[in-house]
């Protein structure tokens, strides 16, 4: 199995919805019952050959677009059975999937040099 980073980022749409929610005197994401239920069943609804290790999130983080992402880390066979969680958070949480090395960096990081 290959270990691999997920870089977390709160879908555009999802963070505008929260936002506008919050404006009208409603909850906020982390209340959103719609988001409770995805975090709370990911790690059961996962497919059998993909392993949750852990998951974090930078001190301060919302759910609302900014440029600190949470991390999620997973050991899979193939990149590939990593949909499935793509396909779990759709439309709430974007998530970019790297390989895990001791030299893996933020995508914008490693993007900038």
Do not use: C
Not at 2 to 15: E, K, L, Q, S
Not at 21 to 38: L, P, S, T, V
Not at 67 to 96: K, Q, T, W
Request: aromatic share 10%; charged share 20%; glycine share 8%.
């Amino acid at each position: 199995m290959a270990t691999y980073m997920g870089f977390i980022t709160v879908h555009p749409d999802y963070a505008t919805e929260t936002a506008a929610r919050q404006r009208e005197g409603g909850h906020a994401a982390h209340e959103d019952e719609r988001m409770i239920q995805r975090m709370s069943t990911m790690v059961d609804e996962l497919p059998s050959f993909v392993k949750f290790i852990v998951t974090y999130s930078p001190v301060g983080f919302t759910f609302s677009a900014g440029p600190d992402p949470s991390v999620m880390i997973v050991e899979a066979e193939d990149a590939r059975e990593l949909l499935a969680v793509n396909r779990h958070y759709g439309g709430f949480l974007d998530i970019r999937w790297v390989p895990a090395t001791a030299r893996t960096a933020h995508p914008a990081a490693a993007a900038a040099g």
